[in-house]
C-alpha cells in the first residue's frame, strides 16, 4: 500500500530512507533544517565500521546490509563510495569488534605495516564514502523516484505534516533532542581537517588511548580528511585552529607525508548519541503514526541502509493506521 510519507532530516540517514521509501513505492517528501551539505554526514570521514552503538543484535544486523549496499555502490563512481583497503593500529592488544566477522578480508598486520610506536593492527577493506559526493547522489536519486526536499526548521514532528495520515518518518540526528524531546540525546562533536592528497591511498585508523582525540587517515582522491574529535556534550561548531593544528599533527607523526599537505577545510559536525539507536514507531499525540530512526551518533554511514530497510517494512505494515476523531485505530 503507497502511503503519504513526510522524513524529518537530510544527512545520511534521512535520505537514504528517504530514498528506500520512494523507490518501494511511496510518496516521499523530506523536511530538513538544513540542507544535505550542511549536515552532520557532510563531516564524516565516512569509514564504514559501526563502533561502540548499541544495542548490538539489531546493530549487526542493519551493519551487514549496510555494508552489502555500499559495497554494490562502490561500482558506481557517482555515489562516491569505494572500497578502500587499509589498516586499524593500537599501542595494546585488543580483542576485535564483533562486527569484524562481516569483513572476510581483515587479517592481522605485518611487522612491517605496523607504525614505530604500535604492537597490533589489522589489515582490511571496508566501503569508504566521499560523503559531500555522496549526499549529493542521494539526493539525485530521491528525486529520480519522486521524492521532494524542502527546507524547514520545525519545532515540533507535528509540525512535517497537517495530513493525519501522512507517516512521519523522524531522522532529525540531534535535532530530535527537541523535537521529540528526547534530552537522553547529546552531541559528540567531531572535527575533521581536509587537506590536499600527497599521494595517499590506504585509510589509517589509530588507537591513540585518549577517547577525545582521535587519528584517522581517510584519502579521497584529491584530498584527505584528517580525524579527528569526540567530545561528548560540546555544541560548538566554530573553527578552532588549535584542535586542526593538533589533529594535523598527530596524523604527520603517522604519515610524514601530510606534512606537506595544504589545508583545503576545516569540517565540525554533531554525532547524535544516546544509549542505545532508536528505531520504532509509535502514535503522536494527533494520532499520526510516527517512525523514528536517530541516535546512530558516529555509524549513521555504517547504519543507513539496514536501518532504512526496517523503516520500510514499519511503513509497509502502517495500514491499519486509519485516522479517526480522536486519532487512529
Known sequence: MSQRVVVVGAGVVGLTSAVRLAEAGHRVDVVAAEPPQA????????LWGPWLVEPRERVLLWAA??????????????????????????????DPPDWAGLLPDRTPCTSEEIPPGYSQGFRYSAPLADMPV??????TRLRAAGGTLTIQRLTSLDQASTDPRAVIVNCSGIGARQLVPDMTLFPVRGYHVVTTNPGLTDFLEADTEDPADLLAIYPHGDHVILGGTAEPEAWDRARDDAIAAA?????VRLEPRLAKATIIEHRVGLRPTRASIRVEAER??????????YGHSGAGVSLGWGCAEEVVSLVSAAGFWRPTKGGCV
Open 39 to 46: 549536515t552532520t554526514s557532510a563531516v564524516a570521514g565516512a
Open 65 to 94: 546490509h549496510t555494508l552489502k549496499v555500499l559495497g554494490e555502490l562502490a561500482d558506481h563512481p557517482s555515489s562516491g563510495v569505494r572500497v578502500a583497503t587499509g589498516v586499524e593500529v593500537s599501542r595494546m592488544s585488543y
Open 284 to 293: 503522536s499525540a494527533l494520532g499520526s503514526l510516527v517512525i523514528h530512526n
Open 134 to 139: 555522496h549526499l549529493d547522489y542521494l539526493l
Open 247 to 251: 589533529i594535523v599533527a598527530r596524523c
